[in-house]
């Protein structure tokens, strides 16, 4: 069993930025794939950032140069930095872990982190 813990979420202005966290713990070596999906109200949930165990990097289009994920296998965690937000970047962003890469299935699901991009 694997659990993941976000955290840094909350509130921004546009413009600004934030960085979330994710420490995974429990059966780790199932965790090929991490990864940073969010849902805002109303829509589904989408990918934002996915990166392997060796550092393979898929981004979503929207990201755009703006976020940037990263992974520190020796602590077992993994990152987001997100810069320049925008209001449409509000949304739950969910860390999630799994055995592929550029999928969502088998993933173990943190709680989710609140992001809010309001002036």
């Known amino acids: 069993q694997v659990q993941l813990v976000e955290s840094g979420g909350g509130l921004v202005q546009p413009g600004g930025s934030l960085r979330l966290s994710c420490a995974a713990s429990?059966?780790?070596?199932?965790?090929?794939?991490m990864g940073w999906y969010r849902q805002a109200p109303g829509k589904q949930r989408e990918l934002v950032a996915d990166?392997?165990?060796?550092?393979?990097?898929n981004y979503a289009a929207f990201v755009k140069g703006r976020f940037t994920i990263s992974r520190d296998n020796a602590k077992n965690t993994v990152y987001l930095q997100m810069n320049n937000l925008k209001p449409e970047d509000t949304a739950v962003y969910y860390c999630?872990?799994?055995?592929?890469?550029?999928?969502?299935?088998?993933?173990?699901w943190g709680q989710g982190t609140q992001v809010t991009v309001s002036s």
């Open positions: 999630a872990g799994g055995p592929f890469f550029g999928s969502s299935s088998g993933r173990n």
């Open positions: 429990g059966s780790i070596f199932r965790l090929n794939a």
């Open positions: 990166i392997t165990d060796d550092h393979r990097i």
